[in-house]
């Protein structure tokens, strides 16, 4: 679980380090049922969107459960939204802007990927990091 945990705060840390105004870094758990958390940050910004992956992105037979779908709010996830502000994803934007909240946030993700989505201690996870 710790490499796990490392790998995803320095993703979030390059992300915030490196690079320029298109940034984005996604977390896999399951490539086959395409379950992916998603961020999106600016080269020296503090605020982070991230994005979990909706039903409406996943094909049927790998639809999220009544269950998965209330445990995404509960662990501070937005639920998808047609507002300007929102996402057709689970969403929500948080400040990393510290070491501290940076690593809370990876500790999400990790939470979220396992929990959610199911991804097993020995399953390897998936990091596709654009720095542009």
């Given at each position: 679980?710790e490499?796990?945990?490392?790998?995803?705060?320095?993703?979030?840390?390059?992300?915030?380090?490196?690079?320029?105004?298109?940034?984005?870094?996604?977390?896999?758990?399951?490539?086959?049922?395409?379950?992916y958390?998603?961020?999106?940050?600016?080269?020296?910004?503090?605020?982070?969107?991230?994005?979990?992956?909706?039903?409406?992105?996943?094909?049927?037979?790998?639809?999220?459960?009544?269950v998965?779908?209330?445990?995404?709010?509960?662990?501070?996830?937005?639920?998808?939204?047609?507002?300007?502000?929102?996402?057709?994803?689970?969403?929500?934007?948080?400040?990393?802007?510290?070491?501290?909240?940076?690593?809370?946030?990876?500790?999400l993700?990790?939470?979220?990927?396992?929990?959610?989505?199911?991804?097993?201690?020995?399953?390897?996870?998936?990091?596709?990091?654009?720095?542009?």
């Amino acid at each position: 679980m710790e490499d796990k945990l490392s790998l995803i705060e320095t993703a979030l840390q390059r992300l915030q380090k490196e690079g320029g105004k298109d940034n984005y870094c996604i977390f896999t758990a399951n490539i086959k049922k395409n379950y992916y958390i998603q961020f999106t940050l600016q080269r020296d910004k503090v605020t982070c969107r991230g994005e979990a992956v909706s039903n409406r992105f996943l094909a049927a037979e790998f639809a999220l459960s009544e269950v998965q779908l209330a445990q995404l709010p509960g662990l501070g996830w937005q639920r998808p939204s047609s507002d300007q502000d929102g996402s057709p994803n689970f969403y929500q934007d948080w400040q990393i802007g510290r070491d501290e909240a940076r690593l809370a946030l990876a500790r999400l993700v990790l939470r979220t990927l396992e929990e959610v989505y199911g991804l097993l201690p020995d399953q390897p996870l998936v990091v596709n990091l654009a720095l542009e």
